[in-house]
């Protein structure tokens, strides 16, 4: 059995949508382009038969996969969530040490991540830095340039 995964509401709906996407869209278009490869003739010089089996193949590893996340996921209710400290689904603004720049984050399950939309994976090196940190307290993470500080200077709901 696989691992638990934790999403947001948000995010096993995006997951919900693409698995569906990928079984009622590209499913049938995949399956097309086989049978009209097939009509072409000979499939022991069929280039484009061949393409097509493996893009079939391609297509049903990434649904079987999603099919198991999906079934492993479970949604968390950030009702019940404690802002004392750097937890899953929280946000939290911390101050780099050495130049005094402020950031904010929201700290998300590893599928949910995105460095652009500011949401960065409870399983990266700084996630894992600030998970369990309070308000003042010193994060000491490193990354590939060395070690950096980062001190917490709020948490609130994502």
């Known amino acids: 059995m696989s691992d638990l995964q934790y999403f947001t509401e948000e995010g096993l709906q995006k997951l919900k949508e693409e698995l569906e996407h990928l079984k009622s869209v590209e499913r049938p278009k995949v399956i097309q382009q086989i049978a009209e490869a097939r009509d072409k003739g000979d499939l022991s ?46 946000k939290v603004t911390i101050k780099n040490i050495s130049n005094n720049s402020e950031m904010a984050y929201s700290i998300v399950p590893e599928p949910e991540a995105d460095l652009k939309s500011k949401k960065i994976s409870v399983s990266s090196p700084i996630g894992k830095g600030l998970l ?9 993470i490193q990354v590939p340039n060395g070690i950096i500080k980062f001190e917490v200077v709020k948490i609130e709901a994502a």
């Open 45 to 90: 010089e069929n280039a484009e038969y061949d393409a097509a089996k493996e893009a079939q193949g391609h297509l049903e590893d990434r649904i079987n996969k999603l099919e198991i996340i999906y079934s492993n996921a479970r949604v968390v209710d950030t009702s019940k969530l404690d802002f004392s400290s750097v937890r899953l689904l929280t």
């Open 132 to 140: 369990g940190k309070s308000v003042g307290e010193i994060a000491e």
